[in-house]
């Protein structure tokens, strides 16, 4: 009688509460328990489609193969169980509201984009485009593609726009993020080879992080960094004091831009201590002598007047480097995204160089990469090298390109392709009058984007290939094609350690939305030159010609069976020539063979095998602070929870509670309160190109002189300014004049 | 002749639709040992004088924010629920900067005040674990320990009309798993610990530094470590946001009019002239008033079980108190017109005869309905709502109300009492006064403007124009109460 009360009182049971009961899963599937709601019947792994690091995660599928939740994977090597908030997001992006279910053409009498069929919207693609070629020549036409789609896409892509369409300059927005790494590791070891694993963050005694914040940027590799056992020495150069230079054991906040100088005086430092491995610069590198010439100018009193550093700092690090058994170098945006950015990751992978730091465990000069397939880009992407790490200026590399790939060799041109700010600049000359953007968005990521719009203004037709139609760059477009995203299409990324991961397709796009490979091939039918592609039937059928084309190079990957081979290994590291197939057999869930670094014979993939010293001297800055404009404007990502212009994670309600949701600035509290602006002030920054509204955030982690604001927000790159690295013609996204004033207080009486 | 890339355009949207039939699998993970960071949690249940608790390694945290969204996913909440949040103090020197990222769920407090105060008893706390568990089938959606909580912690859930929140995941905790925070955080930053509860020193220092509010009167458990002393001069990123809390226009009715109500009643019994119009208008804003607040419950039909939090919570009390007041105030007010009945009789002898006493108890309830009412705020501590704010406010709509029509000047005079106890919150720096004279300044100006306009009504003597606009006044007067309220919570991302 008691509980018969008791229970009518006190509901403890009911639907509600069922609602939320969380039950271990069947099948002894190993996941974690879920409510009822999110029982999966199954599960299949899949890489992550938003950065670099590459994450596996098990995504959790019902009955129909549709997937409904997902969990990171622990057996993968890369994650081993973990992912940052994208990753567990990273099925909400494909439910969004406003998702493109069908093309979309621009009615010239409405001038508003209206909903066509795939057969109108591929007759409006080919005349038009064609047209445009006819009137202005083949090269007239450029696409800007992305690090966003898997390599099959890429290399169909490239290979149908050079050989099927005629086009020559195309380029990507790794152009953005990567190009440095590309050119400065192709000129030092003779092909972008970055040398490390994963394993090399857990078996460092020093780690030198050099622009770069994995707290928040990669946080699954902080997690690698956090699980090493040897209780390592942790340096951080970064003007700011950025979540990873709080977490580090040395912080150097150097001027913004005198990366290059404090290099070369490490350098200066490290030779006049003799802590070089003489031994190794003779046997595998060249140039070494020219260059310790060359840094004999930088003193340490000229390199602390220069980076606004003590003397004592320098001979701290330099300490460190001299001291520590293993001492690995990471680099991100920090100094990629600089007006001398090549000569800049040069000169740390000369560090790693003369100190005999490279082929060992826990060490090597290592670009931590930052689109999820930005390393297949650079491979396959088909814009500035030919496909598989080839050179488009040489004749018999095009022709055992084209007998691979079953095509007339007089298909591939010979000539060289504008980079992404050229054939900007070719649309303003006239060059380029028609434009195909694939899953990237120029009008809001591109440097000083307030050009982007008169520049479009001179197209004459211009394609957006999409999961959305919202994004800025689409607003714009003539036509917008719906593409399936991620976990909608299968295909393989890249990650920064050179790990081939396989994506799977576990939810149905929208509508009549295609992934993009069969967007792809449905443009080469329409197009008329769909009889060059027929031996790229599917992507893993794509794969395997990637595969071959891989032989023989130093990415050769012959050894992979397919995609099931691929998850089967827990990814695998290129190089895997055939012949080492055989070394891999093992049952525990990471074998050894898991992590491997390059280089350890000290044999580098140059003619004479030998790794190279390049150098410059440092030059200015392009636009430096001056009386007008007084600040230094830095700009970078601002939490884990957003993805460049957002057009995935602001689609998720949880990533948008993770981060600001409107655009602030970061200011030091002495310029805040020599300027009259308190916290959360509402204020305006302006550069010569344009004005950004903000609110301020007064923190110290900035230092005075420099303001800091995530690229996150479109006004952004209103300010910034165009200067580019000559080398890798990456835009240097983090060094602007502007200033800074308050438009009114917040809520003030 | 079929088009080519017609059929081809056909084939690819229908093999874009299909999906592999998935084949039941085996994790490795599962064969390669336990449950992620199974090592994280404590190997044996809490004994006597012990309880769960999130540990916080803030040297480990380092922003990635994971722990939110594996919460989220692995606890199949709603799109924009969140039961973990993390956000961001900023402090130190100019010479050393700082920054830390903090992640806080439920701190599963010792004296939990969503406990104390839920009006159904829907908050437990296990006896063996110390977990604060919510009953989502027992909640009446009415949103009090969202306002009792000093954390912000419980979530209301507008599909569900209840609120929701951290369970630690106790399911799991029984089974050998992490909860899900636990086992999504990279850098192992969050644990599960057994704390002491028998502690006599001011409780969890790091946690009082970090919430930079006075709320450890609820005792948190989560426990905040870190092997370098935090900074002094440590501020939540969003401390200078102000932030307009939810009007809850149903409570503002209630308040407004069951005093309103209760006051004319009042006035009844000292008008000779209009005692009865007085009285039954009375009685239908104070209805009025009462079927306005079951609009404010998110599952009204559980409401019956509101007694049960008689012994802890002031909502139950007002509950009770205004509910039992009514029936007998209605009786009051409606007694003068028995003795018309045709079939009542000498009974109305009887009637007559006990109505003076049943009147007086009737007021006696109603009025200490209102205490509670002014009490159920006051309990929150937060320092808008502080007792001489409440029961000022709602003691001067009742005595203003019940003057209106009896002595129009005096009226004022309790008017001008009651604006100038309400003007003394919007000066100064607290976050009110920010709240009234930013975001919310249109409503302040708009109640200072009615009030006086109403002091001028009633210095004129005009009764029924000033008592219409004295309602109106109170009502913006309420919403203000409500809105500019300052909202204790943990540290947050940088906001507007």
């Known amino acids: 009688m008691k509980s018969v009360v008791e229970n009518l009182l006190r509901a403890r049971t009911g639907p509600m509460t069922t609602e939320l009961v969380r039950h271990p899963s069947a099948h002894g599937l190993g996941l974690p328990q879920v409510p009822s709601r999110l029982t999966p019947v199954s599960t299949t792994r899949s890489i992550c489609g938003f950065c670099s690091t590459g994450c596996s995660l098990n995504v959790h599928l019902d009955a129909d193969g549709q997937a409904i939740n997902l969990s990171p994977d622990p057996s993968y090597p890369v994650n081993l169980g973990m992912a940052c908030p994208k990753g567990w997001e990273a099925l909400t992006p494909l439910a969004a509201t406003d998702r493109l279910k069908t093309p979309l053409l621009r009615n010239p009498s409405t001038g508003r984009l209206e909903p066509v069929s795939w057969e109108v919207a591929l007759g409006a693609f080919v005349q038009n485009f064609k047209a445009v070629q006819r009137t202005h020549g083949p090269h007239s036409l450029s696409f800007l593609s992305t690090g966003q789609i898997v390599m099959e896409e890429m290399a169909l892509l490239g290979a149908l726009a050079k050989f099927g369409m005629g086009m020559l300059h195309v380029d990507s927005n790794t152009r953005q993020c990567m190009a440095t790494s590309h050119v400065a590791y192709k000129q030092s070891f003779g092909f972008d080879a970055p040398p490390f694993s994963y394993a090399d963050f857990e078996e460092s005694d020093a780690l030198i992080f050099i622009g770069a914040n994995p707290c928040i940027a990669h946080p699954i590799m902080w997690q690698r960094v956090m699980m090493n056992p040897r209780n390592p020495e942790i340096v951080v150069i970064d003007p700011r004091r950025t979540e990873t230079a709080v977490a580090a054991t040395h912080h150097v906040p150097l001027r913004p831009k005198s990366d290059l100088t404090l290099l070369y005086g490490l350098a200066h430092l490290l030779i006049a201590r003799g802590a070089v491995k003489r031994e190794f610069i003779d046997a595998h590198t060249k140039n070494y002598e020219a260059f310790a010439s060359f840094v004999d100018a930088f003193t340490p009193e000229r390199v602390a007047t220069e980076t606004g550093l003590p003397v004592e700092t320098l001979h701290r690090v330099v300490e460190i480097i001299a001291t520590k058994e293993r001492v690995s170098f990471w680099w991100t945006m920090g100094v990629n995204q600089g007006h001398e950015s090549t000569r800049t990751a040069q000169a740390i992978i000369n560090l790693a160089l003369m100190t005999g730091n490279i082929g060992r465990p826990g060490t090597g000069a290592n670009s931590i990469t930052g689109q999820c397939n930005a390393m297949g880009s650079r491979l396959f992407g088909n814009a500035s090298s030919l496909l598989g790490g080839y050179d488009f200026g040489k004749d018999s590399d095009r022709a055992h390109v084209a007998a691979i790939l079953g095509i007339d060799s007089e298909r591939i041109p010979s000539g060289k392709s504008w980079a992404y700010d050229q054939i900007m600049d070719g649309i303003d000359s006239g060059a380029i009058k028609g434009l195909w953007v694939i899953a990237t968005n120029t009008a809001h990521s591109w440097i000083n984007q307030k050009r982007f719009p008169d520049l479009r203004r001179k197209l004459e037709f211009m394609v957006v290939q999409d999961m959305y139609a919202t994004t800025e760059t689409a607003q714009m477009a003539d036509l917008v094609l719906p593409a399936a995203g991620w976990g909608e299409k299968e295909g393989v990324f890249i990650n920064s350690e050179r790990r081939l991961g396989v994506s799977r397709k576990v939810s149905r796009a929208p509508g009549q939305a295609l992934s993009d490979f069969a967007i792809f091939t449905l443009v080469a039918e329409a197009w008329g030159c769909g009889d060059l592609f027929r031996k790229w039937e599917s992507p893993e059928a794509a794969f395997r010609l990637l595969r071959e084309l891989s032989r023989g190079q130093p990415c050769n990957f012959t050894g992979i069976e397919g995609y099931d081979h691929i998850q089967r290994e827990g990814g695998i590291q290129w190089p895997y020539p055939a012949s080492r197939k055989s070394e891999t057999a093992s049952n525990s869930p990471i074998p050894p063979q898991s992590q491997r670094r390059l280089f350890s014979d000290g044999q580098f993939f140059t003619a004479d095998k030998r790794a190279v010293f390049h150098f410059d001297e440092p030059r200015p800055m392009a636009e430096p602070p001056d009386s007008a404009y007084p600040f230094l404007l830095n700009t970078g990502r601002g939490s884990s929870a957003q993805w460049h212009t957002g057009s995935r994670t602001n689609k998720s309600d949880v990533l948008r509670k993770l981060a600001p949701v409107s655009l602030y600035v970061e200011i030091n509290p002495a310029d805040a309160s020599r300027l009259g602006i308190a916290n959360n002030d509402d204020v305006v920054v302006s550069s010569r190109r344009g004005d950004a509204p903000a609110f301020a955030v007064v923190t110290s982690t900035v230092q005075p002189g420099q303001l800091f604001m995530p690229m996150h927000f479109d006004a952004v790159n209103r300010l910034t300014f165009p200067s580019f690295d000559p080398h890798s013609r990456q835009p240097s996204y983090k060094a602007c004049a502007v200033r800074i004033a308050r438009t009114s207080k917040r809520h003030d009486a | ?496």
């Open chain 2, 1 to 496: 002749m079929t088009d080519p890339v017609r059929t081809l355009i056909d084939e690819l949207i229908e093999s874009q639709r299909r999906l592999d039939t998935p084949v039941a699998r085996f994790a490795a993970a599962h064969d390669a040992g336990g449950a992620p960071r199974s090592q994280l949690i404590p190997l044996s249940a809490p004994g006597p004088g012990e309880q769960y608790a999130f540990q916080v390694d803030l040297d480990s945290c380092t922003g990635c924010k994971a722990c939110v969204a594996g919460c989220h996913s692995l606890n199949g909440l709603d799109e924009e629920e969140t039961w973990r949040d993390v956000g961001l103090v900023l402090g130190g020197t100019p010479a050393h900067p700082f920054q830390q990222t903090v992640t806080t769920a439920c701190h599963h407090c010792e004296d939990p005040a969503c406990l104390n105060g839920c009006p159904v008893l829907a908050y437990e706390k296990d006896p063996v674990t110390g977990i604060v568990v919510h009953l989502d089938d027992q909640c009446i959606g009415c949103s009090y320990c969202v306002l009792k909580c000093p954390y912000e912690v419980p979530k209301y859930n507008d599909r569900l009309g209840i609120v929701r929140k951290c369970d630690m995941c106790h399911g799991r905790l029984s089974a050998g798993e992490a909860p899900a925070c636990v086992q999504s955080c990279p850098t192992e930053a969050i644990a599960i610990v057994k704390v002491s509860t028998f502690r006599s020193e001011t409780p969890n220092p790091e946690l009082a530094e970090l919430s930079s509010t006075d709320s450890n009167y609820t005792r948190p458990t989560t426990r905040y470590i870190s092997k370098n002393p935090l900074p002094a001069n440590l501020r939540a990123s969003d401390a200078d946001t102000l932030r307009p809390q939810h009007a809850h226009y149903a409570l503002v009715l209630l308040l407004v009019l069951t005093q309103l109500g209760l006051g004319l009643m009042i006035g009844s019994q000292l008008s000779a002239l209009n005692a009865q119009p007085l009285a039954l208008t009375g009685l239908a804003l104070f209805t009025a008033g009462l079927v306005a607040s079951v609009a404010h419950l998110g599952q009204p039909f559980r409401a019956w079980r509101i007694f049960l939090g008689l012994r802890r919570s002031w909502l139950s009390r007002e509950a009770v108190l205004l509910g039992t007041a009514f029936p007998l105030l209605t009786f009051a007010a409606l007694h003068p017109l028995i003795p018309e009945l045709p079939f009542i009789g000498h009974w109305s002898l009887v009637i007559g005869h006990f109505a003076p006493t049943i009147s007086i108890v009737a007021f006696l309830l109603a009025a200490s309905g209102v205490f509670c009412s002014a009490m159920i705020y006051t309990d929150t501590r937060r320092y808008f709502w502080r007792f001489s704010q409440t029961s000022g406010r709602m003691a001067g709509t009742v005595l203003v109300a019940a003057c209106a029509f009896v002595h129009p000047p005096l009226a004022a005079g309790v008017l001008i009492a009651k604006l100038a106890l309400e003007l003394s919150t919007s000066r100064g720096h607290s976050s009110s006064a920010r709240l009234q004279q930013g975001p919310l300044h249109r409503q302040w100006g708009s109640r200072v403007i009615v009030g006086l306009l109403t002091l001028l009504l009633f210095f004129a003597n005009h009764s029924v124009m000033g008592f219409l606009l004295f309602t109106i006044g109170e009502l913006l007067e309420r919403t203000l109460f409500f809105r500019a309220v300052d909202s204790p919570k943990m540290p947050g991302v940088p906001s507007v």
